[in-house]
């Protein structure tokens, strides 16, 4: 059975950094996506950042270009979310998400999840 995992969330000042990752128990080539989402109370499920197979295409939602970046290092079966610069409205619990097709921003298209971590950004 396929398991995600997660780790690096925490406390943080606005203007900080954290690195989140999400190891996995599949074939990293079994999942051509890997992403992460987002979602605070009240609100639905929202998409952060993708990454492809192979590490070379990203996608980054709006809200957190040039702030964070995602990563995957498939001979550790992980994948990273740099977050840098953080601001309290990031506060919520982020999500690792894996499919098997291209990426999507639809989180009714992925296949795994984890069971989140939460990232806390005070002000």
């Known amino acids: 059975q396929v398991q995600l995992v997660e780790s690096g969330g925490g406390l943080v000042q606005a203007g900080g950094s954290l690195r989140l990752s999400c190891s996995h128990s599949?074939?990293?080539?079994?999942?051509?996506?890997m992403s992460w989402f987002h979602q605070t109370p009240g609100k639905e499920r929202e998409f952060v950042a993708s990454v492809n197979w192979s590490g070379e295409t990203t996608r980054h939602a709006e809200s957190v270009k040039g702030r964070f970046t995602i990563s995957r290092d498939n001979a550790k079966k992980t994948v990273y979310l740099q977050m840098s610069n953080l601001k309290p409205e990031d506060t919520a619990v982020y999500y690792c998400?894996?499919?098997?097709?291209?990426?999507?921003?639809?989180?009714?298209?992925?296949?795994?999840w984890g069971q989140g971590t939460q990232v806390t950004v005070s002000s």
């Open positions: 998400a894996a499919r098997r097709g291209v990426s999507t921003e639809d989180l009714k298209g992925y296949d795994y």
């Open positions: 599949g074939s990293s080539f079994s999942f051509s996506t």
